[in-house]
């Protein structure tokens, strides 16, 4: 699961802020796995879901809906916690358009 947030800039109309919830799904293919690092130690994934989008702006208060695509890998440090860059698509159907939204990340992560 994931929660989102981001600045919404529409062209002439200021700003607002936009909220995303996404349920991922995730495909993984861990590489370089050993005694130490079971479950691999690199591990490329991609991941994908429909998602409930608000925004809240001073000229537009909606909920829509919309699709997450992201690809990106995780680098073991310890077993337990990762780090790794990602990049993430959305395209969000605002009425009767579609905006379609990009962003890099970076994370931190602990394996339970």
Known sequence: MDFTWNQFKPKNLGS???????????????LMGDDTFTSGR????LMFSPAIVWTDHSAD?????????????????????????????????LGSQGQDQYMALGRLAYHF
């Open 16 to 30: 607002g802020d936009q909220f995303a919830l996404s349920l991922l799904a995730r495909l993984q293919y861990p």
């Open 61 to 93: 208060n909606r909920t829509e809906f919309g699709v997450v695509a992201e690809a990106g890998f995780e680098y073991f440090v310890i077993p337990k916690l990762s780090i790794g860059p990602s990049f993430r698509y959305r395209h969000v159907w």
């Open 42 to 45: 690199f591990v490329p994934f």
